[in-house]
């Protein structure tokens, strides 16, 4: 299972959610990444092994075009009024990521 990297717009319950399924979640708040640039919180998640989960579309757009990095996964804007459905997707990255195939990959959950 790859972790993840939730940057400042990410709920803690789904934090927390993810934990209790054995799943790494690192948050920017946590780690000291409050007001970092968007590839400055990629690379944060990169050098740690994990994938980086934004609502930020525009910014995965952005990285389309770029490849040195593990992975982003860009969330619907709906996500956020369903947790429960967040959850469960990304508890399926998780278990279905792999660091070779997909490394540099940004993926459009829906």
């Known amino acids: 299972m790859t972790g993840f ?3 400042e717009h990410m709920d803690r319950a789904v934090a927390r959610a993810l934990i209790a399924r054995n ?14 640039t968007d590839k ?6 990169t050098q740690n092994d994990l994938i980086m989960v934004t609502f930020d579309h525009p910014f995965a757009s952005q990285m389309m075009q770029e490849q040195d990095f593990l992975a982003v996964i860009c969330l619907p804007y709906r996500f956020q009024q369903a947790t429960g459905e967040m ?24």
Do not use: C, N, P
Request: net charge negative; hydrophobic share 45%; no cysteine.
């Open 5 to 7: 990297y939730f940057d």
């Open 23 to 36: 799943i790494t979640v690192i948050m920017a708040v946590d780690v000291k990444m409050e007001g970092k």
């Open 40 to 45: 400055e919180h990629l690379a944060y998640a």
């Open 87 to 110: 959850i469960d997707t990304l508890a399926e990255y998780s278990a279905l990521f792999d660091m070779k195939k997909d490394r540099g990959q940004v993926f459009w959950s829906t």
